[in-house]
T-cell receptor
Framework: EAQVTQNPRYLITVTGKKLTVTCSQN?????MSWYRQDPGLGLRQIYYSMNVEVTDKGDVPEGYKVSRKEKRNFPLILESPSPNQTSLYFC????????????FGQGTRLTVV | AQSVTQLGSHVSVSEGALVLLRCNYSSSVPPYLFWYVQYPNQGLQLLLK????ATLVKGINGFEAEFKKSETSFHLTKPSAHMSDAAEYFC???????????WGAGTKLIIKP
């Protein structure tokens, strides 16, 4: 089954404790991205990657890191999480092309206390 | 730069009534437009997309949208609302060489029995 898999689905952590949210897709898509979703703000892009070893900042990259060492995986790293990073996070993948559909993971609800 | 505006953060309709969710975009080039739906505790999934083949686009679950260039709109409609349509709906535009999707803030559809 074609899918984007994120883990974990839920995470509660403390301020400053490094964490990684994993994302994997099995559709051989070149393009992957991370979003955060906050009430009233819609989806805001954190980072995106157009292919292996090619990553770039989105609209809200501060406090986040990503890597794209292989095509299928695109982990999101929070080196020192803070409470303002409490949010719902989505990973998405998409074939290259402006008219292509983006496929989303189920989301990771992160709470930083 | 592209942008998307969704009018109304919440729309409430009675079961069986017409659903109309509004989306206006700005783009300096012909856009590709998408509607996505997010059910509670799930990721986003594609409802329909406009890719210039036809101005009236039919999607899943009885939804359709009409592209109107003169009004820069891509409103989503469904003739008769069902309780299962309660969800949040997002409009997005893709018109960027980096394949980024620009998102509206979302509209939460509430169905009254």
């Amino acid at each position: 089954e074609a899918q984007v898999t994120q883990n974990p689905r839920y995470l509660i952590t403390v301020t400053g404790k490094k964490l990684t949210v994993t994302c994997s897709q099995n559709m051989n898509h070149e393009y992957m991205s991370w979003y955060r979703q906050d009430p009233g703000l819609g989806l805001r892009q954190i980072y995106y990657s157009m292919n292996v070893e090619v990553t770039d900042k989105g609209d809200v990259p501060e406090g986040y890191k990503v890597s794209r060492k292989e095509k299928r995986n695109f982990p999101l790293i929070l080196e020192s999480p803070s409470p303002n990073q409490t949010s719902l996070y989505f990973c998405a993948s998409r074939p290259q092309g402006l008219n292509t559909e983006a496929f989303f993971g189920q989301g990771t609800r992160l709470t930083v206390v | 730069a592209q942008s998307v505006t969704q009018l109304g953060s919440h729309v409430s309709v009675s079961e069986g009534a017409l659903v109309l969710l509004r989306c206006n975009y700005s783009s300096s080039v012909p856009p590709y437009l998408f509607w996505y739906v997010q059910y509670p505790n799930q990721g986003l999934q594609l409802l329909l997309k406009y890719t210039s083949a036809a101005t009236l686009v039919k999607g899943i679950n009885g939804f359709e949208a009409e592209f109107k260039k003169s009004e820069t709109s891509f409103h989503l409609t469904k003739p008769s609302a069902h309780m299962s349509d309660a969800a949040e709906y997002f409009c997005a535009v893709s018109a960027d060489s980096n394949y980024q999707l620009i998102w509206g803030a979302g509209t939460k559809l509430i169905i009254k029995p």
